[in-house]
């Protein structure tokens, strides 16, 4: 099964709050969601590898560290995805991103894809899948086996809020992904939507309402 890691800091959790309440304006939500993307990274990456590198400083050369590899992958899941890759490339600005267009069939929930885009040696990278919201896991289930099928083998899932049902839809289907998310809800209705969740991530960052 998939390691799961909430993201317990107060600073997103007190913002997860502000962005649950149905008051909260779409810029404020925006500010919000871009600001806990940033903050989930720096968990995210926290085991990141290292190099050691020779440099000079103004007084003296030294040997220092350096994040080793390639340059990472932020996938986000259009379109809610795209607000938590803007925080994460503000820590991260020289990652690679990689979209992945899906939409949720409403009488199904399956996922279906229209569009994907990616780096053409994503294969050889790691890569981070960012969507806020695991609902059903059905759209991330379909997010990872694309990228799979790209040929990646380094995968981690990042997400603002959880559902239960998604943790474990999505640990069965790819066991080797682990996820990180800031909570996880009790249910789902039958929409598909998170409960209490915080409304619908895509519609509350670009206020589509
Ligand atoms: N997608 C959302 O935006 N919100 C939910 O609660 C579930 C899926």
Not at 26 to 46: G, H, Q
Not at 47 to 71: M, S, Y
Not at 177 to 196: F, K, M, Q, R
Request: hydrophobic content about 45%.
């Amino acid at each position: 099964m998939s390691t799961v890691t909430i993201v317990s800091h107060p600073l997103v959790q007190h913002k997860l709050t502000r962005m649950r309440d149905r008051t909260t304006s779409t810029k404020t939500f925006r500010a919000l969601m871009r600001e806990t993307a940033t903050l989930i990274c720096y968990e995210v990456t926290r085991d990141l590898p290292l190099d050691e590198v020779q440099i000079e400083t103004p007084v003296a050369p030294t040997t220092a560290r350096e994040i080793a590899g390639k340059k990472l992958v932020f996938a986000p899941i259009l379109r809610a995805g795209l607000g938590m890759a803007e925080g994460m490339l503000d820590l991260v600005p020289s990652a690679r991103v990689a979209h992945v267009g899906l939409y949720r069939d409403p009488e199904s929930l399956e996922a279906v894809e229209y569009y994907f885009k990616a780096p053409q040696d994503i294969a050889g990278r790691q890569v981070i899948v960012v969507d806020p919201m695991l609902a059903t896991g059905h759209s991330a289930i379909a997010a990872i086996s694309r990228l799979k099928a790209a040929g990646v083998t380094d995968l981690r899932f990042v997400c603002l809020l959880s559902a239960q049902t998604g943790i474990d839809n999505l640990s069965a289907a790819h066991p080797d992904v682990p996820i990180w998310t800031a909570a996880i809800d009790p249910e789902l209705n039958d929409h598909g939507y998170i409960v209490p969740g915080l409304g619908d991530a895509g519609d509350r960052t670009f206020g589509t309402r």
